[in-house]
């Protein structure tokens, strides 16, 4: 069955645009998350959404993230004014029930690099 | 503050070999651990998850522990095989710690011929 779909699978973006990523969970899966992986760095939590629940918004870096997700389905993580900081892989996850019990299923993520 | 470690340094090995990961954890109180594998240029692919009460869990190749006295999760892949290379990363959800899964930065194995 179909996993995980993000897009674009790398974008290249200049210092101070805004790049919006975009997430595809698996179809059902009621919660989805989104992680960043820096080269060498382990997976940094950035947000959570649960249902129709206010998202966990505690990991976002900084107020030039944000990430919403529509109709409990595709999610979309923009960073406005890009910096070279930024530049890493954004990984998003799909999970069908509670973590306890049920594996997160990664897409492939999103590579950005910041000029 | 609370800490997932991982050895960082590749771990090398023949195949056929055991190999053996370690994940220490500090000042958690998981729930559960779970373990994933991540080769270059994918995410993270689930392999393992073992509760605070069990001890060890199985799965074909694949045998996990997880002694909650020590803080330290054990992975082992008997019989390994090139393929089996990549990075393989433990993750904790600990009581009180909110929606995250935190993970370790992982560590790279490499069987060799």
């Known amino acids: 069955g179909a996993g995980v779909s993000q897009s674009p699978s790398n974008k290249v973006t200049e210092k101070g645009k805004d790049v919006e990523l975009r997430c595809d969970p698996i179809?059902?899966?009621?919660?989805l998350y989104w992680y960043r992986q820096s080269l060498g760095q382990g997976l940094e939590f950035l947000i959570y959404?649960?249902?129709?629940?206010?998202?966990?918004k505690s990991g976002l870096p900084s107020d030039r993230f944000s990430a919403e997700r529509t109709g409990g389905s595709v999610s979309t993580l923009t960073i406005q004014r890009t910096q070279q900081e930024d530049s890493a892989v954004y990984l998003c996850?799909?999970?069908?029930?509670?973590?306890?019990?049920?594996?997160?299923?990664f897409g492939n993520g999103t590579r950005l690099t910041v000029t | 503050s609370q800490k997932i470690e991982q050895n960082s340094e590749a771990l090398n090995i023949q195949e056929g070999k055991t190999a053996t990961l370690t994940c220490n954890y500090t000042?958690?109180?998981?729930?559960?651990l779970q373990w994933y594998r991540q080769d270059p240029g994918r995410g993270p692919v689930f392999l393992l998850l073992?509760?605070?009460?069990?001890k060890e869990k199985r799965k074909e190749r694949l045998k996990v522990t997880f002694d909650t006295t020590l803080k330290q999760s054990l992975f082992h892949i008997t019989a390994s095989q090139p393929a089996d290379s990549a990075t393989y990363l433990c993750?904790?959800?600990?009581?009180?710690?909110?929606?995250?899964?935190?993970f370790g930065t992982g560590t790279q194995l490499k069987v060799e011929l």
């Open positions: 996850a799909s999970i069908k029930g509670d973590r306890a019990n049920s594996p997160l299923h």
């Open positions: 000042n958690y109180s998981p729930a559960y």
């Open positions: 959404f649960q249902g129709n629940s206010a998202p966990d």
């Open positions: 993750a904790l959800d600990f009581t009180g710690g909110g929606n995250k899964l935190t």
């Open positions: 073992i509760r605070e009460n069990e």
């Open positions: 179809s059902g899966h009621t919660a």
